[in-house]
């Protein structure tokens, strides 16, 4: 499935008033880069503002006015990339004011909502924020799986807002029949198939991507463990027959939504008496074991750790071989509470130019409380960049 050999990389970024950066530009190379300096001294704003672009908001889930630096009227970020072979780059912009709207622009030209800036730029993020994906509940697990997704199958984004919006009607429709009204059969039957139709995609799609999200994180955990450690990666629906097949690599392929047509007929009382739909890819989740055992209750914090990092760098993997282009991997603080034979492994996996196991090459950008995380040899051909009170040096 490779046609094309590509990466997007960062090339500048420019902020101002943007959390605690006043007034600051960094250039980044293709490959590793690394910024680092004290706590507080805003790494990780840096990065929140380059993944703003991929996301269209903060991944510390916070508003759009508290980006504003204290004191300030309005934040700007703006963000200069380039795919591989191209002359030229591209430059996405955002103004965020404390009052009004935001303002997003490409090249100089507004763009008119999130939604037209979604999909220009494309990075994968890792935070330790992230290790809610281990801990957490199935609503992690799947919000993973829906953002990978999302980003390399328009099909999936377009199955998902119809069954998202399918649930949502019908969930009105049970508390509806709840509260003593009484909806047609017709309007059971239209939601009940349309929601089996895309639920049974959505899970194809899901299927299929857990089990390539699979073969990676055992790649990663192989070196850094030794063999000692496997892990296992298994989607498991509630609603669906075992036989969905795996649209990933074969969208064309019909989705068989029977087994979850037939729970969302046969239990109309139950859903009634619970006032929601209890069925569908809604509650879906991935089980993630170590050497067999749960990870959400045995995993250690290495291990947790080791597991959400290499879904991410899987995640990066699978774009490039299904979307034909390398997004740029974002690390925010990973190596805390990785022992030597982990961090080691990791950049090695990384290392040099930043190429993957493949020989393909990627951008990277860390941060890290020390210059010295990339030792000897290995920080050849690696940048840093030295952040500081809300500037970066070299
Ligand atoms: N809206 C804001 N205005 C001004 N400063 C802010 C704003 N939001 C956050 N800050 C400050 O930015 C500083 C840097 O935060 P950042 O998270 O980037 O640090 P960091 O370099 O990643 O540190 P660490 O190594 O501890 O992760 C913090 O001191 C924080 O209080
Ligand atoms: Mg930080």
Redesign the pocket.
Known sequence: MRFLKAIMYVRTVHYR?????AETSAAFSPGINV?W????????????GIYFFARGRSFRGVRER???????DF?RASLAFRREGFEEDTVLDAVLPLAGKKRLAKNGAPLSATAEMLGLFRAVLFTPANLAVVTGGPAERRLFLDIALSQISGDYLACLRRYTRLLAERNALIRRAADGGSPSQEEWTVYAEGMAEYGARIAGYRRGYVSLLASAVSRYFAGMTGGREVPGLEYRSHALSDGVPDLLTDPARPADGGALLEKLTANREREIAAGTTLWGTHKDDVILTLNGADARAFASQGQQRSLVLSMKLGEAEIARQIGGEYPVILL??VFSELDEERRRYILDSLSGDGRDADGEPRQILI???EPDVIPGARAENVAFLR?SG?GVGE
């Open positions: 008033d943007w959390r605690n950066l910024l300096g004290m706590n507080a001294q805003g790494k990780s704003n840096i990065l929140e508290e980006l504003v630096r204290f004191g300030a934040a925010d603080d941060t890290s409380c952040v809300g």
